[in-house]
């Protein structure tokens, strides 16, 4: 391969290095930063909950119509269902490295509605709810109460309302995910009681159904002249344990009604009994925040960080957030050793070029093309969608080294035609990269050969 054109005008190769320069500056502050690159498939979680059931309850009326109706869907490649004693349901699809997450979502979505109609009606009044799954972790915070002055109820309450929400409106943040309950209206039944007036719990959930309900009521007057129009209200849902327990269970041959309240005993609480959380001893309720897919790690980040500091200054007195992980802590210090290694790696090349080469001409050109290949790098990474993330960054000082090589190469090669007797700058240097133009072209191919699979996808089997 001739290079001839890049030969004969020395100032058009000038002004092409420094437009590499100056894109690959542009690039640098608009790549993602992650700590380790997309190589993980997309994956789908369909979540849902049978009360009451137990787990093998739970795989026969729950996972199995629904692995039976997802099974198949475009680009799944693997599936896998978990169901707990709690009457927990979560089933995981993989799906084909380069799918749209997205779409796959809608795909399975679809096929979770074709299903609906084979599940228990408490599995489809609670609802089957269909997410990508996020996988990359940013920060795991706790919100608790040092002096115990709140407890967890409060906390998880005070989290859903207040702060969850908050965090998910900032860009970049993908999910956010509460290891927490929400409180609920808690109907502790009197086995022993229900059984004198021969009740059963779904005489029980009958009379919730359709005494604690949201409705048009209407109006009074309409279309009638000389009649003012009024239109009817009512409560609507019950909030409190007192409003619950008036509910009316049946009427009593003696005239009297039978209440809620007399067979059970209600109360606020939590939604579910099967955890338990706490900080350094006390009510604590800890969150998790997960980030998008192509996002900037240190920037989300920072965004969150800032939220949760305005958050605190509206947190009650003996409430405060406590950082328990953060991405951004191992990826400063992994990116600062990486950066380290890298000008490590740029001055021990210079004094060893200059050291062998004994020319200062001869040492500049190796340092102008570390220069121009390492900030050009970046507008590749760009163009070919990766992320500035510990394993790019990693590959960048290997690439220090071909680039060096070759920069050598190149100078050794046009002294030798000195040596030999050349008397023409021009004709030495075109006479030398004829020679070895093609080889250091096909050792930069090999090289991008070998980095970008790795770099893209990178062996994977779900467990």
Known sequence: ?????????PVLSIVISVAIVLIGCISLFTLPIEQFPSIAPPTVEVTTSYPGANAETVQKSVIIPLEEA???VENMTYINSTASNAGDVYITIYFKQGTDPDMAAVNVQNRVSKAQGQLPADVTRIGVVTNKQQKSML???TLWSPDDSYDTQFLNNYLAINVIPRLKRITGVGEVTLLGSNYSMRIWLKPDVMAQYGLVPSDVTTALSAQNIESATGAFGENYEGVFQYTMRYKGRLVTPEEF???VIKSLPTGEVLRLKEIARVQLG???????SMTNGHAGVQFMVYQTAGSNATEVIGEIDAQIAEMSKDLP????????YSTKDFLDASMHQVVKTLFEAFLLVVIITYIFLQDVKSMIIPTISILVSLIGTFAFLSLAGFSINLLTLFALVLAIGIVVDDAIIVVEAVQARFDAGYKSSYMAT??????ITSAIITTTLVFMAVFIPVCRYSPWRPR
Not at 1 to 9: A, D, N, T, Y
Not at 270 to 276: F, K, L, V
Not at 317 to 324: D, I, M
Request: aromatic share 12%; hydrophobic share 40%; glycine share 16%.
């Open 1 to 9: 391969m001739k290079l001839k054109v890049f030969i004969e005008r």
């Open 70 to 72: 997802i099974n198949g």
């Open 139 to 141: 920060k795991a915070v």
């Open 245 to 247: 327990g008036d509910i």
């Open 270 to 276: 939590d939604e579910a009994y099967n955890y338990r």
């Open 317 to 324: 007195k003996g409430v405060e957030f406590g950082e328990l």
């Open 430 to 435: 075109y006479d030398a990269m004829g020679g």
